[in-house]
């Protein structure tokens, strides 16, 4: 870094070469990996394991994973401390 800020390369949020190569095939065959897994979930031939899978694979694009929960204790104190915090649930938006 020149000068404390940075001087070059891709600008914030631009995906890489090769990210932004997948995206263009992906186009360019007509497929939308998202589709097809929920096609997979709601395919009630589909194995249950199959199908769970592919609704956990969706599940994290519309709710955010949660963290561990951290706990600690002094020994010999008697006392344990737990802290635990969530990330905030996205709105969900109901489509008409």
Avoid at 28 to 38: E, F, K, R, S, V
Wanted: proline content about 6%.
């Amino acid at each position: 870094m020149a000068l404390g800020r940075k001087t070059g390369g891709r600008t914030a949020g631009t995906p890489n070469k090769r990210t932004q190569d997948v995206i263009e095939r992906l186009a360019a065959l007509n497929c939308d990996p998202i589709a097809g897994m929920a096609r997979i979930a709601m395919d009630e031939a589909n194995s249950p394991e199959l199908r769970g899978r592919m609704f956990s694979e969706l599940a994290q694009y519309v709710a955010p994973k949660r963290k561990a929960v951290e706990h600690s204790a002094s020994e010999g104190s008697g006392e344990i401390l737990i802290s635990w915090s969530a990330p905030a649930a996205p709105a969900l938006v109901e489509e008409g």
